[in-house]
């Protein structure tokens, strides 16, 4: 077994601290990641905080992985000792079923194995994140990174950039379509570069006049304020495709009815309540309300070398490991642009 240092959370209430804890030892298609900087996620603050239920606590949350491979496997066959690699939501799957046999690991029909807080294959312990010093994965699972990049602002592609990436790929947006995104946060911001780099007519769908400025500097091409009910008569009917990105309780309405006719919104946000929608507003006008999750790992390294082909990289405040407390705490305020990602250098100086 592999002693590894990381930061969890003990129980729902407790700030996260400190946490040494034991890896599985490298086999032979396995791949040991010495991990160099984790993204924070909104799903990280909600499972520490066991607001979804499930937590198994301890809790190392972190699936936004970006690190140097230190020691592979016998029969790892795609993967070095020294080259940068990534890990994102998953580290395992069935491999067996319809849908991983297809490549969407992600819709695993018997679930996917996360990368933190799932059973671990053979032992007795949760799966733990991104949140240590250190992971070891199947070589299946990991992913190739260029490493002439900020590999900080890499590290949130792992997972705000790939659950952007697999509906505007899936549903082949592209020129001349006209993509509206509710929300300019982790996952709105990385919607609208994507795209605009694959495109399309990019229009940010914010309560707030004042990220208008952000959303142009991002690529957007329009900016409408949803409560100027004059500004949204403007966009009635005007867009093929909706990415909300929202998990507060929004009117699937309003959005819905400023889709054309065939339009789709695609909804990637889990607001705590049930959605109303009415009938009409998608039969009088043949439009569809869709959900998607993030890719599988074939799609999520074509999202990778996509995004270093064109340049785009996440809008970052990089932190230390001992802030994570307070990251939380500013991303429940909505104080952070747009994805905070932990340095794991700063793992070095703290000890449980």
Known sequence: MLETKGYAAFDPNSPLAPFNFQRRDVG?????????????????????????????????????????????????????????????????SCRTCSSCQDGLEQYCEKGFIGTYNSPEAGLDTPTYGGYSNQIVVAEEFVLHIQENQDLARVAPLLCAGITTYSPLRHWNVGQGHKVGVVGLGGLGHMAVKLAAAMGAEVTVLSTSPNKEADAQALGAHKFVVTKDQEALKQVRGYFDFIINTVSAKVSLDMY?????????????????????????????????????????????????????????LSDIEVININQINTAYDRMLAGDVKYRFVIDMSSLENTSA
């Not at 991990?35 to 996620?41: A, E």
């Not at 790892?76 to 998953?90: D, L, P, Q, S, Y």
């Not at 009815?257 to 959605?275: F, K, Q, S, Y």
């Not at 998608?282 to 340049?311: K, P, V, W, Y």
């Open 256 to 312: 819905a009815n400023l889709l054309r006719r065939d339009g789709t919104m695609i909804l990637l946000g889990v607001p705590p309540e049930a959605p109303e929608l009415h009938a009409a507003t998608l039969i009088f006008g043949r439009r569809r309300i869709a959900g998607s999750l993030i890719g599988g790992i074939a799609e999520t390294q074509e999202m990778l070398d996509f995004c270093a082909q064109h340049n785009i």
């Open 28 to 92: 032979p298609h396995d791949v040991l990641i010495e991990i160099m900087f984790c993204g924070v996620c909104h799903s990280d603050l909600h499972t520490a905080k066991g607001e979804w239920g499930g937590a198994m606590y301890p809790v190392v949350p972190g699936h936004e992985i970006v690190g140097r491979i230190v020691r592979v496997g016998d029969h790892v066959k795609n993967f070095r000792v020294g080259e940068i690699a990534g890990v994102g939501c998953m580290v395992d």
